[in-house]
């Protein structure tokens, strides 16, 4: 599994979500099920995203000067220009007395969450809202309601760099969020099984802007792989449908596709659901979901000497099992428990841990070998 990891982030590198690198990722994908005699396909769907105007963040200064931002979800849109104007953690002490008619908030992340902020800097009339990072790298945030105007995030390096900025001058700031359509896809693998049963095995394969994404995800799609190869010869008492998800990072919006493309008959067939993201670190072995399905895998793990860690589930994120979870798919969802790499620059091969990635794979395997699991899937 780990050659598996090694191999994808030498050949593809990024994937960010709803790109030409997520484009030429689904064809890897698509030819490795091939080789392991998978029915394969491609289901492809449109992405509408906010985009943003150069880099994401300019500074309109003598030498104008850019900077990589992410727009939070659900941001409002426009072209915005003004003052950019520190306003700390943007708690309501925070704000100048004198409001921020016309200006561009910048404050720093913490303490309170995205809305809030949000809420306090429109609220004394500010026309965007850049937020710093409090940690290393970029981040994606979520905003509860759409204002009217654009929020986005950036690196704390250079929110601190761009701090130094402001201290010295007043300096004007542009930012421009427009909505595109955007085509990605799902890889679908099928190995067909007697009956009507399906059980899916899902993770999806893209990433935040140029983040190799060693862990998130390229550990569940290495796992997926991994598994495929594994039972490329093995015959199973229901149909196994490995589906590698497209822009995860943007919204879950690959699982959601492939979930509302199913008719009435298909949702009804799909007797499970076990997904595989961000893996790779942490403390071993993690699973959260229906609890007949992690009751088996615990059992499971014992017998063939992989610790698993059943938890409660994921805190402040989400991942593509939710979107079967939503339409009463039981589930199960494999991951780690080291969280604070995910989506910046260090989150690479480094910090992987191979026996995280054997012990999902072989645990995954044996559950769906298993004659509980089959005798579970065959009642449901």
Known sequence: AFAVLEELLEELGPRESATDQEAAAARYLQSKFQEFGYETE??????????L?????MLNTSEPAEFRAIPLDQSGLGE????????????????PEAGLEGRIAFAQRGIITFQAKAENVFAAGAVGLVIYNNVFGLFRGVLTTQPDFPVISISRSDGEAIEDLLAESE??????????DLPSQNVIAEKKG??????????HYDTVAEVSGANDNASGTAVLLTIARMLEDVDLPFTLRIIPFGSEELGLLGSRFYVQSLSEEELANTKAMLNFDALATGSGVEVFGEEDITTMVSEIGSDIGVDVAVTRGLRGSSSDFARFREVGVPYLMFSGDDAPRIHSESETIEFVQPEMLGGAAATAVALLESEEFAAWIANR
């Not at 300096?171 to 595109?180: C, G, N, V």
């Not at 007697?194 to 993770?203: C, I, M, N, T």
């Open 194 to 203: 007697p009956g009507d049963a399906v059980v899916v095995l899902g993770g």
């Open 171 to 180: 300096t004007e700031a542009s930012i421009a969020l427009t909505l595109e």
């Open 53 to 57: 105007a150069g880099m994401g963040l």
């Open 42 to 51: 491609t289901q492809e769907f449109i992405v509408e995203d906010i985009s």
């Open 80 to 95: 915005v220009t003004g003052i950019l104007t520190p306003v700390g953690l943007a708690m309501p002490e925070d704000i």
